[in-house]
T-cell receptor, first 112, second 114 residues
Framework: GENVEQHPSTLSVQEGDSAVIKCTYS??????FPWYKQELGKRPQLIID?????GEKKDQRIAVTLNKTAKHFSLHITETQPEDSAVYFC???????????FGPGTRLSVLP | ETGVTQSPTHLIKTRGQQVTLRCSSQSGHNTVSWYQQALGQGPQFIFQ???????GRGNFPPRFSGLQFPNYSSELNVNALELDDSALYLCASSLEGAGNTEAFFGQGTRLTVV
C-alpha cells in the first residue's frame, strides 16, 4: 500500500522568510496530492492540491511542486506570516481514490 | 468553513462501551470517509462510504463499522471501546470518491475512553 513520508517534522522560520515542506510517496499509481493545514483544535483545511498531470501549481503565497519520477512533492510558502503557524499534512491517493494516505505532519512556527 | 458537520464534538466513554459518531456531508457530496487522528499524528483512514455502500477500508478491526444514509450523512460505530481508541475522529465529504477530488473535513469528534 501507499506510504507517505514528510520532512521536517518541525520547522521554525522568521516572519517574511520562506518555508518548504517535502513529502515522498511510494505508490506510483498515486495521482492526487492535497495539502492540509490544521490549526490547534481545528479541522484540517485544504490549502492547495496538485494532480499528477501538472508539475507545479501556485495560489498567492502558496505553491506546490510535484516530481513524479522521483515520487516527491513539496509545499512552498513565501512571505510567511504568524497566522501560517500550524501543522501541515501532505497526502496522496490514486484514481481508485478510496482514501488519502497522510504524512505524519510538519509543525510550522513563524516567529515575529 | 466547510458544510461538513459532526456530532457530538466531545465524548467520554468507558472501556468496553459502544459509541456512535455522526457526520453530515457537504451539500452535493455523495461520499463520506472517516479518519482517526491520534494526538500528534496524521489522520488514518478507517473506511469510506459511497452511495450507501462501503467503498474501501483501512487497517481497522471489525468493531469499527459504519453506515451511510440516503441523504449521504454517515455514522461511525465503535464497539467494545479500548483506551487506544481515544482520538479525534474526522469525517471528510467529497464527490464521487475521495481520490482525485477535494475532500473537506468536519470539525471532528474528540473521543476519550477511560
Amino acid at each position: 500500500g501507499e506510504n507517505v513520508e514528510q520532512h521536517p517534522s518541525t520547522l521554525s522560520v522568521q516572519e517574511g522568510d520562506s518555508a518548504v515542506i517535502k513529502c515522498t510517496y511510494s505508490d506510483s499509481a498515486s495521482n492526487y496530492f492535497p495539502w492540509y493545514k490544521q490549526e490547534l483544535g481545528k479541522r484540517p483545511q485544504l490549502i492547495i492540491d496538485i494532480r499528477s498531470n501538472v508539475g507545479e501549481k501556485k495560489d498567492q503565497r502558496i505553491a506546490v511542486t510535484l516530481n513524479k519520477t522521483a515520487k516527491h512533492f513539496s509545499l512552498h510558502i513565501t512571505e510567511t506570516q504568524p497566522e501560517d503557524s500550524a501543522v501541515y499534512f501532505c497526502a496522496a491517493t490514486d484514481n481508485y481514490g478510496q482514501n488519502f494516505v497522510f504524512g505524519p505532519g510538519t509543525r510550522l512556527s513563524v516567529l515575529p | 468553513e466547510t458544510g461538513v458537520t459532526q456530532s457530538p464534538t466531545h465524548l467520554i466513554k468507558t472501556r468496553g462501551q459502544q459509541v456512535t459518531l455522526r457526520c453530515s456531508s457537504q451539500s452535493g457530496h455523495n461520499t463520506v470517509s472517516w479518519y482517526q487522528q491520534a494526538l500528534g499524528q496524521g489522520p488514518q483512514f478507517i473506511f469510506q462510504y459511497y452511495r450507501e455502500e462501503e467503498n474501501g477500508r483501512g487497517n481497522f478491526p471489525p468493531r469499527f463499522s459504519g453506515l451511510q444514509f440516503p441523504n449521504y450523512s454517515s455514522e461511525l460505530n465503535v464497539n467494545a471501546l479500548e483506551l487506544d481508541d481515544s482520538a479525534l475522529y474526522l469525517c471528510a465529504s467529497s464527490l464521487e470518491g475521495a481520490g482525485n477530488t477535494e475532500a473537506f473535513f468536519g470539525q471532528g469528534t474528540r473521543l476519550t475512553v477511560v
